[in-house]
């Protein structure tokens, strides 16, 4: 079954670093729109970043914009979201994504996801 495979999560102190890898798995991840997305308890998902398959324009929520950044690397089809900075608002379940189509941060549909990985950020 053709998926995300993701890693990297954890708890962290506010302040803190933390790197989430995404690995696609059964599928060749060049062409292919990149999303990221959250899911905090008893909140709505949040789209945090979404990079089109077409320039490579990653557009960030206002939540997390100049403290995370979005990458991949299609020769280890793999994809990447650097979090500096974390606060505990940043706590929740994040989720990498191919959407069909990015609509700033967030997007409409997706082709592959991950199952989710836990980002705690506590002291």
Not at 34 to 57: H, L, M, N, Y
Not at 98 to 115: H, K, L, N, S, T
């Amino acid at each position: 079954q053709a998926q995300f495979v993701e890693s990297g999560g954890g708890l962290v102190q506010p302040g803190g670093s933390l790197r989430l890898s995404c690995v696609a798995s059964g599928f060749t991840l060049d062409g292919y729109a990149i999303g990221w997305f959250r899911q905090a308890p008893g909140k709505e998902r949040e789209g945090v970043s979404c990079t089109g398959s077409s320039d490579g324009t990653t557009n960030y929520a206002d939540s997390v914009n100049g403290r995370f950044t979005a990458s991949r690397d299609n020769a280890k089809n793999t994809v990447y979201l650097q979090m500096n900075d974390l606060r505990p608002e940043d706590t929740g379940v994040y989720y990498c994504a191919a959407p069909r189509r990015c609509i700033g941060a967030g997007f409409v549909g997706y082709d592959y996801r991950g199952r989710g990985i836990q980002v705690t950020v506590s002291s």
